[in-house]
C-alpha cells in the first residue's frame, strides 16, 4: 500500500494511505454485483410489460436502467466520495490539493469510467503502475482513493490519555469532527517531531477558525493543540 502526502490550502502537509489496486477491484465488484442483483429483479418486473408496444418497452427499459448507469455517480455524490463497495472497505474519493471532492469531481471520474472499465479494464491497469494508484479518471479529475483504514494504537487514533481530574478548557472543540481530529493529531505529531514550527502556527489558526475559539489560553501553539485534542477527547467521550 502506497502513501499519499497531500498538501492543504493551508500548507500542511497530511499523509494517508492510497488504496490498493486489490481493494478498489474487490469494491469495484461488490457493487457491481449489486447492478446485477438490480437488473435481474428488473427483469422479472419487465416481464409484465411484453404485450406493450416496442417504444414503449424501450422507454420504460431505459428509466429502469438509469439507476445501474449512474449508481457510482450518485452514490459518490451524496456519501462523500463512496459507494457501497468503497465504504465495505473503508476507501473513499478525496481531492489531491486537500479539499473535498465535488460533484464535477465525480462526473469526470464517472465519465472516464467509459475508458478505464469497458474498454479492456484499462483503468486497473493503470493503477498497478501509478505511485497514487489512482485511473484515468482520478487523474483527470484531480482525485485520489485512500484507505481509512487506522492502526488501532494510541499514537495513530484520536484517543488521549486524559487525568481522572481533566478540566476542559475549550466547549467549542465539539465542532469537530472525528476525522478533524485524527488529521490535527497526526499533522500535530509530525510536525512536533520534525519541529516544524510554521505548520504548528498555521494548524493552531486553523483549529481556531474551524472551532471559532477566539482566544488561546495557553502559552504556545503546541500546548495549545494538545489541549484542544485532550478537550475533543474529554467531550465525546461523554457523548
Do not use: C
Amino acid at each position: 500500500m502506497s502513501e499519499l502526502q497531500i498538501n492543504t490550502t493551508q500548507n500542511v502537509k497530511i499523509k494517508f494511505n492510497a488504496a490498493g489496486a486489490g481493494e478498489r477491484l474487490l469494491a469495484f465488484m461488490i457493487d457491481t454485483t449489486i447492478k446485477i442483483g438490480y437488473l435481474l429483479l428488473v427483469g422479472n418486473i419487465f416481464n409484465a410489460f411484453q404485450n406493450m408496444d416496442q417504444w414503449s418497452q424501450i422507454g420504460i427499459n431505459t428509466v429502469l436502467s438509469l439507476p445501474v448507469m449512474f449508481y457510482t455517480l450518485v452514490l459518490e455524490s451524496f456519501l462523500q466520495g463512496q459507494t457501497i463497495g468503497k465504504r465495505i472497505f473503508k476507501i473513499r474519493v478525496v481531492k489531491i490539493d486537500g479539499y473535498q471532492a465535488s460533484i464535477s469531481d465525480y462526473v469526470v471520474r464517472w465519465f472516464f469510467r467509459i475508458v478505464d472499465v469497458y474498454i479492456l479494464g484499462l483503468g486497473f491497469f493503470v493503477m498497478l503502475f501509478n505511485s497514487k494508484t489512482q485511473r484515468l479518471g482520478d487523474m483527470a479529475a484531480g482525485t485520489a482513493v485512500i484507505s481509512l483504514k487506522d492502526n488501532v494504537t494510541i499514537n495513530h487514533t484520536i484517543l488521549e490519555n486524559l487525568r481522572e481530574d481533566y478540566k476542559p478548557t475549550y466547549l467549542n472543540v465539539i465542532k469537530l469532527s472525528d476525522n478533524d481530529a485524527r488529521i490535527i493529531k497526526e499533522t500535530y505529531s509530525l510536525a512536533k517531531t520534525s519541529k516544524d514550527y510554521q505548520t504548528l502556527i498555521k494548524l493552531r489558526s486553523k483549529i481556531m477558525e474551524v472551532t471559532d475559539i477566539k482566544e488561546m489560553k495557553q502559552k504556545t501553539d503546541m500546548e495549545f493543540i494538545d489541549v484542544v485534542l485532550k478537550d475533543y477527547n474529554f467531550y465525546t467521550q461523554d457523548m
